[in-house]
């Protein structure tokens, strides 16, 4: 089955070939003729995906497979070798000149949250494979084999835990985080691996399934999912660090059911309120550390109360809750992890409840390298695209590059509508600045032993 999206021309121009880097800006122009294939490409991951308002492209289920599909299928069409590692992740590979060097690395994810936007991921597994397609269509051979990942599972939605693709083929998936069970299903992690074709015997083991030290460098392009490029007017931004995140899916507070009309305001033991008075003490502690010049942020993105018993005439007993906690170092984390701790034993010794909170999934804050920070920012130059430099408070993949030693980088896109959200949105001009610079990065890349 062909891809809906037109196949690249296969007629090579004469003139790129026997690629020069002192060519690097002519062939990155080339970029241009590919943006209607990206906006075909966009458009059919869309349509696969479509979910109410937004898309929905659940972690190791039918519709992320689909993506992977498309995707591949328009690389084999480009003559672009295709295959999927023991991770189930997808992988593209145009080789280089030397084989005996370090590769280098491009990649994102195509999962999405549910119903949320389409460039999330996408946008970078897309510059990816048409990076490639520019370079294949042109018979130009790069400096070093390149490889395509397109990760599995990245988004933590579905199972709490992030990067999962990425953490499987470093050989950083534990056991606990293998019993990990989807949101949408109840079935653990381990089984939806190999449903896809994943190796959960070697994934359990913690064998690395890629051999970290033959990677040059791992580069990712990713829509910035907040406001600040917009903000500055800028098309593009150069990352320097990821967030950290330590997060609790489910914090339980347990009080008393009672009526509500029956039981008086001194004798109720109600959940709701408790929650309620706990979650606006943490948020005034957060104030409080921002005014001390502590960057993090703090979010209960899910809470409710058991709807097998609410009523609007009972005092809730119960009420569960998540909390997340972001920060660009550990040590930040694990202090206002500890405030979030005390301030729920203050709210239950005063309101006679008690919180349990299940055991924290942690993601350690991560470094970008600060060569290829300069070096992508020192591109954007060449390349005319105003940009800046600026940390990621949302996770991704590249983090558990960087956290196990690989040089990693990433280039932002600017998104004018936030993200994890239906109207995230992203300009072609946009995109195809950041795929010029992308292109450039590839064609020259900075050396690391070979």
């Not at 689909?66 to 999927?84: C, G, N, P, T, Y």
């Not at 939605?157 to 949408?184: N, P």
């Not at 010794?349 to 349990?356: K, T, W, Y």
């Not at 896109?413 to 590839?442: C, K, W």
């Amino acid at each position: 089955m062909r891809t809906t999206c037109a196949p690249l021309t296969r007629e090579a121009d004469p003139s790129l070939i026997g690629f020069d880097p002192m060519r690097g800006p002519e062939i990155a122009r080339g970029v241009h003729a590919l943006l209607p294939v990206a906006e075909q490409l966009f458009d059919e991951l869309r349509r696969l995906s479509r979910d109410g308002p937004g898309v929905t492209r659940e972690a190791f289920g039918p519709r992320e497979s689909e993506a992977h599909e498309l995707i591949a299928r328009f690389a084999r069409e480009e003559h672009l070798e295709v295959d999927r590692d023991t991770a189930a992740n997808l992988v593209v590979t145009l080789h280089g000149r030397e084989a005996g060097k370090r590769f280098l690395v491009v990649g994102s994810h195509l999962d999405s949250v549910p119903r949320g936007g389409n460039y999330d991921g996408a946008a970078g597994v897309v510059a990816g494979v048409l990076a490639l397609a520019l370079l294949a269509r042109n018979a130009i051979v790069p400096p070093r084999t390149i490889k395509l990942l397109a990760l599995r599972g990245e988004e933590s939605a579905w199972f709490g835990k992030s990067w999962i693709g990425a953490h499987a083929l470093l050989g950083r998936l534990s056991s606990v985080d293998l019993a990990y069970l989807r949101v949408d299903s109840a079935r653990p992690l381990g089984d939806h691996l190999r449903d896809v074709g994943a190796d959960v015997d070697a994934i359990a083991a913690g064998r690395p399934l890629m051999d970290r030290d033959a990677l040059a460098a791992f580069l990712e392009v990713h829509i910035e999912q907040g406001p600040v490029l917009e903000a500055r007017g800028l098309p593009v931004g150069v990352v320097t660090a990821i967030y950290g995140n330590l997060r609790h899916r489910r914090v339980v507070c347990r009080g008393e059911a009672a009526h509500a009309g029956a039981t008086p305001r001194d004798l109720r033991r109600d959940a709701v309120v408790a929650t309620a008075d706990l979650i606006v003490r943490v948020d005034a502690q957060w104030a409080q550390w921002l005014a001390r010049g502590k960057q993090l942020v703090v979010t209960h993105g899910m809470i409710g109360t058991d709807a097998r018993e609410h009523s609007i005439s009972r005092v809730p007993g119960e009420v569960a809750m998540s909390v997340e906690i972001r920060a660009e170092d550990s040590q930040t984390l694990a202090d206002f992890h500890r405030v979030v701790r005390a301030e729920a034993e203050s709210v239950a010794q005063e309101r006679g409840v008690a919180f349990e909170f299940d055991e924290p999934i942690v993601n350690v804050p991560a470094a970008m390298d600060e060569r290829w920070v300069a070096r992508l920012d020192a591109l954007c130059g060449e390349e005319g695209v105003a940009c800046m430099r600026l940390p990621s408070g949302a996770g991704h993949d590249a983090s558990v590059f960087a956290n196990a030693g690989i040089p990693t980088a990433m280039l932002f896109i600017r998104n004018q509508y936030g993200s994890h959200n239906p109207e995230e949105r992203m300009e072609t001009a946009d995109f195809a600045a950041a795929l010029r610079v992308l292109v450039r990065a590839l064609l020259d890349p900075l050396d690391r032993d070979t």
